[in-house]
């Protein structure tokens, strides 16, 4: 059975996937805070990984490094909300995060937890230029 962890701090959004996940037969497990769902991950596995960007307060190559030690090999997902910019997104998707953007479904979530996430190392000036470019 695919059992998720979301470790977000929205309520209401949590129920909503929650109920989602049970009509799709999907076990879920919940997390107000980053250290709370780091915990949880340390006591159950899990198939899949849902956190929100607010919450990731390490640096992209820390948090991965965090989460391959915790939870080896499962596919984490960085929700970003619709208003935060681009450059939110493609921060997380250079350090190999998948990343998914307000609405989405929990169908959604699952075919980008199979998909292999795009691995990306370019040099730091290489990286600033890119944000640049995309953001303006």
Do not use: W, Y
Not at 6 to 18: A, H, N, Q, W
Not at 71 to 90: F, K, L, N, T, Y
């Amino acid at each position: 059975m695919t059992r998720v962890l979301m470790i977000d701090g929205d309520r209401k959004l949590t129920e909503s996937v929650g109920r989602q996940c049970l009509e799709q037969n999907l076990a879920i497990r919940m997390a107000d805070t980053f250290s709370e769902g780091v915990r949880q991950l340390l006591e159950i596995p899990v198939s899949l990984i849902l956190v929100h960007s607010d919450l990731a307060h390490l640096p992209g190559a820390e948090l991965g490094r965090l989460f391959e030690t915790v939870a080896p090999g499962v596919p984490v997902i960085v929700r970003v909300e619709a208003g935060q910019g681009m450059d939110e997104q493609v921060r997380f998707e250079l350090h190999g995060f998948r990343v998914v953007r307000e609405p989405f479904d929990v169908l959604d979530l699952l075919v980008k937890g199979e998909r292999p996430a795009r691995v990306v190392l370019p040099s730091p000036a290489m990286a600033a230029a890119a944000i640049e470019a995309a953001c303006s």
